[in-house]
């Protein structure tokens, strides 16, 4: 279904609300199957389809307006001007040892700042409303959950949240834990000491110059590209329907995967690597020589340039996909 033809039958659905209300509800949909399907790289179908059907959107839609006979859910309690607005944390990195966010429909972003602040600045409103707190080192942000005619329990907002940004040591002394939905994740030029998990869903996520104990991050129904990053241990970058793209990567362990998207490596090296697709080709440039792996490959539907690789080295490189083909070089046995 293309975005006129379910525009105009969610239109038609929500015949009984009021014109102005139904107004708000169509224009926010119209922007976010644009929005989506641009951010993601895939057809405006492709984000309709998330959506589910139309009479599923309009009876939640109508349900949480009240529309449909029944008393729609107090709404939040009234915040004082001082509360509302854009807002700033800021905390002594000295003092956080683990950071957490746990917010939804909200872009999240990453960034070097002062060696001796944790700050966070976020935009609070009447629909999206945010708890701060600190404990035995742990820094917890999180989004309290709305209610009313903006929890239609879909996965998005008529008030879409404002990004958060979020500023940390360039060398941050802990661990890292980020999470949202429906939104894009970004991680800039800061290493973590401890372990980074980054995770959303239908958002693409980006890391670039990045150090950390272990690397994970997952999303669905958007990319994940990497820059630059490294890790002591394992690095895991998993998403469906998007492309997974990592460039000058180090670990012990990499680990790519995705499902209807491709796979592009530019001088990764770990000890042991994995890139597995469907539907999406896989190629790129491994460092080292060819020499120095073990190779597991297969594909159908497809050329496999790895097919007669005879080589057992102590690493390890397991390639696979399905309806398309591999294409991976060694860096140094590459012609000059």
Not at 22 to 40: G, N, Q, S
Not at 130 to 146: A, C, D, H, M, R
Not at 180 to 186: F, G, H, L, P, Y
Not at 296 to 307: A, E, I, P, Y
């Amino acid at each position: 279904m293309n975005r006129e033809t379910f525009l105009s039958q969610l239109k038609e659905a929500l015949a009984d609300m009021p014109e102005a209300e139904r107004k708000d509800v169509l224009d926010y949909f119209e922007e976010l199957i644009l929005d989506k399907a641009a951010d993601m790289g895939v057809p405006e179908e492709s984000v309709i389809a998330e959506l589910g059907s139309v009479q599923d959107v309009a009876s939640a839609v109508r349900a949480s307006a009240g529309s449909a006979g029944t008393a729609p859910e107090s709404p939040p309690e009234p915040l004082d001007d001082g509360e509302m607005g854009d807002l700033v944390f800021t905390g002594d990195a000295a003092q956080v040892r683990s950071l957490v966010m746990r917010v939804s429909n909200s872009r999240v972003n990453v960034h070097a700042g002062k060696d001796d602040q944790v700050v966070i600045h976020y935009t609070q409103t009447r629909q999206n409303r945010y708890t701060v707190s600190v404990e035995n080192g742990e820094l917890v942000f999180e989004q309290i959950k709305p209610a009313g005619l903006l929890a239609w329990g879909i996965g998005v907002f008529l008030e879409p949240a404002r990004p958060i940004e979020v500023f940390l040591p360039k060398e941050f002394a802990g661990k890292a834990n980020l999470v949202t939905s429906n939104a894009k994740m970004r991680w800039e030029d800061v290493s973590a000491w401890g372990s980074l998990m980054i995770k959303s869903s239908n958002g693409a996520v980006d890391i670039e110059r990045a150090q950390a104990k272990e690397l994970t991050a997952t999303t669905s129904n958007g990319r994940i590209t990497t820059e630059q990053v490294g890790a002591q241990g394992a690095i895991t970058l998993s998403t469906s329907n998007g492309k997974v793209e990592a460039t000058k990567v180090r670990a012990a362990a990499v680990s790519l995967r995705t499902s209807n998207g491709s796979v592009h490596v530019q001088d990764v090296k770990a000890d042991d690597i994995t890139l597995r697709t469907s539907n999406g080709g896989i190629d790129g440039v491994i460092a080292g020589s060819a020499q120095e792996y073990t190779v597991t490959s297969g594909t159908s539907n497809g050329k496999n340039n790895l097919r007669g690789h005879a080589h057992t080295g102590p690493k390890r490189l397991s390639a696979h996909t399905s309806n398309a083909s591999i294409r991976l070089e060694f860096a140094q046995d590459a012609p000059e």
